[in-house]
């Protein structure tokens, strides 16, 4: 210890009443205090009797005695002989001594002075806020995603500024939700968004739009949340003006709906209240999709749902008159039920459904009527049972048709027998149409892709395989048209179509490390 090293001191024992004091005033480790007094008496000592030389300073902590010291390293080779000292020389002063020791020459007391006084005051006050910074840091860190109550210090270009008691907090204009205002003194509720250090120090980040805002106040106003009971599932806002929060009861006999809104609506109006009157409608949670987006698209009513689970995209039918209720002002009612239930809703009214399934029922018959050679009457009665393709009516089993009303194994047969040469005429008119192209061999051999798709390709000049890898998914969905592929398909044949990219530069790699392994 620096202490114990040397003889002559200052006696200040009125330094640790200080840093005593200080420390109590500003919440912090008393250490922290007496180390930044050391280091401004350092800052002082230099000053006095050189730059040049490392002096140490060392305060005791139970006699308040300031000690200082030169500081000479032992060193085989001496470059600066300010810090430094041969190990010669510092054996005839000390024969135990060894290269890496060091000796601690002991110097006269300083005065401090004006300046000196000054810096050493600058260097403790710093050294006191990095404390106080790293406090609140510590403090607030594991915070993050808690509720807290503050006092609006200032506003500045629309961020609000938050005193927590210990801290100072930052809403972001973003943040606070549209046309609230605050002045300073107001009493503010927020949540913790985010805690990370900055150059200025450590920024506590508020957020009152957030949707885990909500659910946060939910858990504080209804008891059967707090305990577990009632689960909130999903909460999606539009911030001051209307919010969509699904919950589910863990207990059979507990209607989560009626617990969240409480006696004649106390709950649920604490919470619109503190939100600025942000309309809220709570829906309760199903694990039946259909079931789950008719609760979600509520008041509106709903007649038909048509679900794809592959693209997590759903058609829901309503009432011609519940057409504008449904989609809400500005889509803001279908905006808020995607948010909540991360399916793609598109509404669509009865008679546009109607309507688009008339004229897609009787494009198909026409496509019957031009491939099949049948008349209009067993063209519609095709589509009526289901068929909707000429591969549907080609490779059915024969028992499937014969089981429709009014036809026979004959007709049957007839009708597989058509739509297979069909099928044959097509591809080969396909081939035909390849062989013109002139689609490269790795291309036209690449898995998954049959020769409609590789005409469409190649009319769009896409003719290597290089050219497909190149493709983003939206790109190649748009150059296949009519040919339906869903993302997750479309994003799997690029990937493949890449993969020799990869076992390129895989291959560069190796090549490279076989290089430098055979130069060393």
């Known amino acids: 210890m620096l202490e114990d090293n040397l003889n002559q001191s200052i006696a200040r024992p009125e330094l640790l009443q200080i840093a005593e004091s200080v420390a109590r005033e500003k919440s912090i480790d008393q250490n922290i205090v007496i180390e930044a007094m050391e280091q401004a008496i350092q800052s002082a000592a230099k000053r006095k009797y050189g730059q040049e030389l490392e002096i140490r300073a060392a305060i005791n902590k139970k006699s308040g005695e300031i000690e200082i010291a030169r500081v000479l390293k032992v060193s085989e080779i001496v470059e600066n002989k300010a810090t430094e000292i041969a190990l010669e020389e510092g054996q005839k002063r000390d024969s135990s001594a060894r290269v890496g020791d060091y000796f601690y020459d002991p110097l006269p007391p300083i005065e401090l002075g ?125 911030p001051g003006s209307r919010a969509k929060i699904s919950v589910l009861s863990k207990d059979n006999s507990i209607d989560p709906v009626g617990a969240c809104v409480g006696m004649r609506g106390s709950r649920v109006q604490a919470v619109v209240a503190e939100l600025q009157n942000e309309k809220i409608d709570i829906i309760p949670y199903s694990e039946d999709v259909p079931t789950y987006l008719v609760n979600a698209l509520a008041p509106a009513e709903v007649t038909k749902v048509v679900l794809d689970e592959e693209e997590k995209k759903v058609e829901i039918i309503v009432p011609d008159e519940q057409l504008s209720l449904a989609i809400g002002r500005r889509g803001q009612n279908v905006r808020l039920a995607c948010q909540l239930t991360g399916w793609d809703i598109d509404i669509l009214t009865e008679g546009s459904e109607s309507e688009r399934r008339q004229k897609e029922m009787k494009n198909i018959s026409q496509l019957f009527i031009d491939t099949l050679n049948v008349d209009e009457v067993i063209a519609q009665v095709l589509v009526t049972e289901g068929f909707s393709s000429l591969e549907a009516v080609a490779y059915v089993p024969i028992s499937d048709l014969i089981e429709i009303e009014g036809f026979d194994e004959k007709i049957a047969e007839e009708l597989r027998e058509r739509a297979l040469a069909s099928l044959k005429e097509k591809e080969e008119g396909l081939m035909n149409d390849l062989d013109k192209i002139g689609i490269s061999d790795d291309l036209s051999n690449f898995e998954g892709l049959n020769p409609a798709i590789l005409v469409k390709l190649g009319n769009a000049n896409i003719k290597t395989l290089d050219d497909l890898a190149d493709l983003a998914s939206d790109e190649l969905k748009e150059i296949l048209d009519d040919i339906v592929l869903t993302s997750k398909e479309l994003d799997e044949i690029i990937m493949r179509a890449r993969a020799s990219w990869f076992e390129e530069d895989n291959k560069e790699v190796k090549e490279e490390e076989r290089k430098e392994d055979n130069n060393i």
């Open 114 to 238: 004006r300046v000196a006084a000054q810096t050493a005051k600058q260097v403790i006050v710093q050294k006191v806020r990095d404390a106080e910074r790293e406090k609140q840091y510590e403090e607030f860190k594991d915070r993050v995603g808690e509720v807290v109550n503050g006092l609006v210090k200032r506003i500045e270009y629309g961020n609000v500024i938050v005193d927590l008691g210990r801290g100072e907090a930052f809403i972001r204009r973003d943040d606070v939700i549209p046309r609230e205002t605050f002045r300073p003194g107001d009493r503010i509720r927020s949540w913790i968004s985010e805690v990370k250090k900055e150059q200025r120090g450590p920024q506590i980040y508020l957020s009152r739009t957030a949707n885990e805002f909500m659910a946060k106040l939910f858990t504080q106003e209804v008891p059967e949340i707090y305990d577990g009971i009632i689960q909130i599932i999903s909460v999606a806002r539009d």
